[in-house]
């Protein structure tokens, strides 16, 4: 399936290169470019692109603020945020935005490539060196308190526990749906309702409410497996 990209830079010259190699990309079709983040607003809406690519600085309106209101729209589209900043705030406020996938511009063109076909798939990539601070901050948090002692994580359902950690392993909605042969459609409702009961505002919160409530014990490594930490980065559906 050919994945159809919309990018947002400021600057023409990266935006134009971005496009010149994503275009020789064979699943990979740029619809467009844009510097303006409210024009990239529409765009989404009249073209219906499957993954945003964008940095932070753009006309109009940030690239923070874009992707927050792209979370809003009907259809959202799964955002890569390419970008030269990697603070602990900026990472934050990016992910909790609701991004998919966080590079820095030093990134090479296959690890963007990559990021962005991860993020077609619902999937999550971090720049190494960010995923390394979160890995490092997730060891140095309190060890888990057990479910049994959390009112909230008692009232899911073995089903919603069961995709729960499955998510937080690293798996994606297909994966999920597949190997719990049910739809992905069904797989949305069960995450879905799992935030709510735990108050979980975005993707990576409730990544890190399963590690704290013990849904899933750290075992020197609170994301997910050795395949979790790649040397292409972080993933986590």
């Not at 590079?103 to 999550?124: D, M, V, W």
Request: aromatic share 2%; with cysteine.
């Amino acid at each position: 399936m050919t994945i159809r990209v919309l990018i947002c830079d400021q600057l023409p010259v990266i935006a134009d290169g971005l496009k010149t190699l994503l275009d020789a990309v064979p699943d990979i079709d740029v619809i467009g470019t844009t510097d303006n983040g409210m024009e990239a607003i529409v765009s989404v809406r009249t073209t219906r692109p499957d993954v945003v690519v964008t940095d932070l600085n753009l006309q109009t309106i940030s690239g923070l603020e874009l992707i927050r209101r792209l979370g809003k729209e009907d259809e959202p589209p799964n955002v890569v945020v390419f970008t030269a900043s990697d603070a602990d705030k900026t990472v934050s406020d990016i992910l909790h935005a609701g991004a998919s996938c966080l590079l820095g511009k030093e990134a090479s063109p296959q690890e963007l490539i990559t990021a962005i076909q991860a993020a077609a798939a619902g999937q999550t990539i971090l720049a190494p060196s960010i995923a390394q601070r979160l890995v490092t901050w997730f060891r140095a948090q309190p060890e888990p308190q057990e479910a049994t002692t959390l009112p909230k994580v008692t009232e899911l359902t073995p089903r919603e526990r069961e995709v729960t950690r499955m998510m937080a392993r690293g798996m994606s909605t297909e994966e999920v749906a597949r190997e719990l042969i049910i739809g992905e459609a069904t797989v949305r409702t069960h995450l879905y309702r799992v935030r709510n009961k735990l108050g979980a505002r975005d993707r990576a919160e409730l990544v890190s409410l399963v590690y704290r409530t013990g849904l899933i014990h750290t075992t020197g490594q609170p994301l997910g497996d050795q395949s979790d930490l790649s040397p292409s980065g972080l993933r986590a559906s």
